[in-house]
């Protein structure tokens, strides 16, 4: 049964980081493609960064700056290092691998 937890979300204020992780078990995270998404009510999921099978990542424009994915296949755990967040950055965070999804973590970024 494969499983995907994500941790590290909370509520944070406009400047600040945060990191979050995603541990899978009963799946290979090596050369497996796996990214991290998010969704506001009402609206699409949207990706927010991804390793493709060969390793590359990708990002879009308005988050390759402050956000940055990395992994340990050896752990089966991804990270999503998130900085300088903004108020619209608010979501609940999803890790995918393959089309495995996890059951997200809220982050909140608010003064």
């Known amino acids: 049964q494969v499983q995907l937890v994500e941790s590290g979300g909370g509520l944070v204020q406009p400047g600040e980081s945060l990191r979050l992780s995603c541990v899978g078990s009963?799946?290979?995270?090596?050369?497996?493609?796996m990214g991290w998404y998010r969704q506001v009510p009402g609206k699409e999921r949207e990706m927010v960064a991804r390793i493709r099978g060969g390793g590359f990542t990708d990002y879009p424009p308005t988050m390759k700056v402050r956000f940055t994915i990395s992994r340990d296949s050896a752990k089966n755990t991804m990270w999503l290092q998130m900085d300088n967040l903004r108020p619209e950055d608010t979501a609940v965070y999803f890790c995918k691998v393959q089309d495995f999804w996890g059951q997200g973590t809220q982050v909140t970024v608010s003064s």
């Open positions: 009963g799946i290979i995270f090596t050369g497996n493609p």
